[in-house]
């Protein structure tokens, strides 16, 4: 018996020991994440952080969570907006995803998609509590998209806009990128999981203190497209290209069907580029396909001519014959083999319509609402900039796309269309200021690679006027925006220019949500511009937060009036009288105003 006993017992420590032997290293690397956890190291940057008292903004440092070491990201960053932390009942929440385009490079905020749709979706219902929140930057793709999606899933969007997909090869973790991780997506994303890690990013940490930056010092001077492109040449059809489309596809399938899981609404827009404006960066050889659409075109064409800047010569002959849909097709064909992947190729919008499809997701077709507005069809120099960054007009036109998606969704809230498109371009948020601004900027990338072959000295000529030397000071980083639109709306009240003090006025009041005198500020230039109704808007929201404000009070009160309001009028100057009992001069205001009428 005790030798059966014995044996059995020995039997069953091998067993034992292996678990032991597993869960050994297990619990030690738990608790070793446990440990760097409590002592707050190696955190991963969160896509929101606090902001004022009951606010929380973008992360201007967010970009960071996609690399080793902090230093190693390149300096971009998502324009701050403030938003409630707690959201109310009332509030109508959008949050915008994309890249440069998304974020109204080289304008700024305000040309962007979330600032050209908030203040049209503002202006169209005044009386809506609407938030246009942009999580959008410079050089991120689809990886960061989808990073980003859980986070914003938890602040509960009402509807999320997506715009992305040019930075699919060349962006931050893109397969020929600079600040890539590799060309294998299902590796990038592994690497992102284990970034989540708290003990994974410590070592990270190390390992890259001890390193150089790809984005080292010397380099930090020119422009981010000089720098960003390790892989220079992707040609059409290798297994980079495919590798660039097959990690948009994955990743924007994942991220629709995230959101499609948590019920919150998608409108994502096909892409628009520059066709005939920009010819090819980086002329390659095409393969099979593009040399049977080459001989569609031009039937007989040799196979010599089956390259992008044939192409592109191709296209402008088809133009010159009066041949327009064969001259897009054409430019088109040129952009695909175009081997500078900066700009996405036709296959990006293939995937967009077709994931789409396959999620329930409301598809907007950018593409067409610009070809629609564009000599002959084809997309050019009159709404691009360069290669595909979209002109005032453009980034009206694309933000006009969305809003007219969005206010034709179906759903419970019912939108109304507002001014007519005309007057929507007119009003449009962008002061004299930043179109100053984005002008220099685009000097600076036009005198670098890609579009020289050598940098260039760029130079610019002295301020002519304030408003010039307003916008230098703050191109040059002298003075905050802030401190520019401050200065710019002071101008330009002295000047008696009061439309432009007004859209500045707005725009502070937008960027501040929770300061009362840009509202008030607002509200009075737009009294003083014959426009009451949208001067409510703003000072309903200044007596909301300084009640006891009695200019505010008075300002409000006479917009009430001017809108044939009488018994509001009445109310808030009531209770500004109940509030300030035995004050003669706020008596005074009110019977002048009250007997006024």
Do not use: C
Not at 64 to 89: C, L, M, N
Request: proline letters at 6%.
């Amino acid at each position: 018996m005790s030798n059966s006993a014995n044996n059995r017992g020995s039997g069953r420590s091998p067993v034992a020991f292996h678990i032991i032997t597993l869960l050994v290293p297990i619990l030690f690397f738990g608790l070793l994440e446990g440990a760097v956890r409590l002592f707050g190291l190696a955190a991963v940057e969160p896509l929101f952080v606090d902001g004022p008292p009951g606010y929380l903004r973008p992360n201007e440092a967010v970009i960071k969570r996609f690399f080793g070491h902090g230093s190693h990201a390149p300096r971009i960053s998502i324009d701050t907006t403030f938003f409630r932390k707690e959201k109310s009942k009332d509030v109508f929440r959008i949050v915008v995803q994309g890249g440069s385009s998304a974020a109204g490079f080289p304008y700024g905020k305000w040309a962007s998609l979330a600032g050209m749709l908030g203040q049209r979706l503002r202006r169209s219902e005044p009386d809506r509590d609407i938030e246009v929140i942009s999580t959008a930057m410079s050089a991120v793709n689809s990886y960061a998209l989808l990073d980003f999606a859980d986070e914003i899933v938890a602040i509960d969007p009402d509807v999320v806009l997506i715009y992305a997909g040019h930075n699919e090869y060349l962006g931050v973790l893109g397969v020929g990128s600079a600040y890539g991780a590799g060309r294998s997506p299902a590796y990038t994303r592994i690497l992102l999981q284990l970034r989540r890690s708290h003990l994974f990013r410590a070592m990270q940490s190390a390992y890259g203190a001890m390193t150089t930056p790809p984005d080292s010092e010397a380099q930090r001077s020119g422009t981010l497209m000089a720098r960003i492109a390790r892989d220079r040449a992707i040609a059409y059809g290798t297994p980079a290209y495919h590798a660039g489309i097959e990690q948009f596809s994955h990743n924007l399938s994942a991220l629709l069907q995230r959101y499609a899981e948590t019920g919150v609404p998608v409108l994502i827009g096909s892409l628009a580029s520059n066709e005939n404006g920009q010819p090819p960066f980086i002329s390659e050889d095409g393969d099979e396909d593009s040399l049977a659409a080459l001989r569609e075109l031009k039937p007989g064409a040799s196979p010599a001519e089956n390259n992008a800047d044939d192409f592109f010569a191709l296209a402008r002959q088809f133009e010159r014959s009066g041949e327009p849909a064969r001259a897009r097709d054409a430019y088109q064909w040129a952009r695909n083999l175009d081997a500078l992947r900066f700009r996405a190729p036709s296959e990006m919008n293939r995937v967009i319509r077709e994931v789409a499809s396959a999620t329930g997701t409301t598809h907007v077709d950018v593409e067409s609402a610009l070809a629609k507005s564009s000599r002959n069809g084809i997309v050019g120099n009159s709404l691009m900039l360069e290669h595909l960054h979209p002109n005032l007009r453009g980034y009206f036109l694309l933000a006009d796309a969305y809003f007219q998606a969005l206010i034709r969704r179906p759903g419970e809230l019912s939108w109304d269309e507002g001014p007519e498109r005309a007057v929507a371009w007119q009003e449009i948020p962008v002061t004299e200021i930043e179109e100053l601004a984005a002008g220099y900027r685009l000097r600076y990338l036009k005198a670098d690679w890609p579009f020289q072959e050598q940098r260039q000295q760029v130079t610019i000529e002295p301020p002519r006027d304030p408003v010039t030397q307003i916008a230098q000071n703050w191109f040059f980083g002298k003075i905050s925006w802030q401190q520019a639109m401050q200065e710019a709306l002071i101008h330009y009240q002295n000047v008696v220019r009061l439309d432009q003090a007004a859209k500045i006025a707005i725009n502070l009041a937008e960027a501040f949500p929770f300061e009362s005198r840009p509202h008030y500020v607002s509200g009075r230039l737009l009294m003083a511009t014959g426009q009451p109704e949208r001067a409510l808007h703003y000072l309903v929201a200044a007596v909301r937060m300084a009640p006891d404000d009695s200019e505010s009070v008075f300002a409000l009160s006479e917009a009430y009036l001017a809108r044939g309001q009488a018994d509001s009028a009445r109310r808030v100057l009531d209770e500004l009288l109940r509030q300030n009992r035995n004050d003669e001069a706020i008596e005074q205001r009110v019977k002048a105003i009250t007997e006024s009428r």
